[in-house]
């Protein structure tokens, strides 16, 4: 079946770096991709949605100069969390559709030290 | 208020018994209802998908079953495993149309030995 492959798998940082995840669709083409942030004990929080060949389109409250999305081909969008603080450690999740069906990555831990 | 409503938040029962997980959404007009599973630090895996034509779906132990009337889905799972212990997540799509998904907030599941 379909499957996103998401790197790292986590990650440690220092305050003030940059991070980059990528999440790959490995056997679909996806137009679209979605990234999430999720805290511990809660939901999946949409962060912004990523499309190929454009800019992507963020949810309200999420800083788009701070997550850089880029989907530059078919297979492959990236997210760049810029001057990581404390605050931006979370688990982050990919996810892309094929038909019917959304596909999740197996998601980035990050941790800001 | 979220869109998608799950209950009961957190659940806990022993191993071999059955256990009904419910979800109420708001979002119309309804076009899909998508069941996954998370195990904890891991990416959402699906279970089932349903259109508003389907009262019930399959998969293995697991059955959902959707009103659309009420707005309304259940999962029931039968003969709980220990590995059936994760976050089990209802999703809908934003609105009709839409592919960007709205999640509910979960049912944390512990299956007891």
């Known amino acids: 079946g379909a499957v996103v492959s998401q790197h790292p798998s986590w990650v440690i940082c220092k305050s003030g770096t940059s991070v980059k995840i990528e999440c790959r669709s490995l056997?679909?083409?996806?137009?679209?991709m979605f990234w999430y942030r999720q805290f511990p004990k809660q939901s999946l929080m949409l962060m912004a949605t990523s499309n190929e060949g454009s800019k992507a389109t963020y949810e309200q409250g999420v800083e788009k100069d701070k997550f850089l999305i880029n989907h530059a081909s078919l297979t492959l969008s990236t997210l760049t969390v810029t001057s990581a603080h404390p605050e931006d450690s979370s688990f982050y999740i990919c996810s892309g559709g094929s038909g019917n069906t959304i596909y999740f990555g197996e998601g980035s831990w990050l941790t800001v030290v | 208020k979220n869109q998608v409503e799950q209950s009961p938040q957190s659940l806990i029962i022993l191993e071999g018994k059955n256990c009904t997980l419910q979800?109420?959404?708001?979002?119309?007009?309804?076009?899909?209802l998508r069941w996954y599973k998370q195990d904890t630090g891991r990416g959402p895996v699906s279970l089932t998908i349903m259109t508003f034509s389907e009262n019930t779906k399959s998969n293995g132990r697991y059955t959902a079953t959707l009103d659309a009337d009420t707005k309304q889905s259940s999962l029931h799972i039968t003969a709980s495993q220990l590995s059936d212990s994760a976050s089990y997540i209802c999703v809908v799509p934003r609105r009709r149309g839409s592919y960007i998904p709205t999640f509910g907030r979960g049912t944390s599941l512990i299956v007891h030995p």
């Open positions: 979800c109420n959404y708001t979002v119309s007009p309804f076009s899909n």
């Open positions: 056997d679909f083409q996806a137009t679209t």
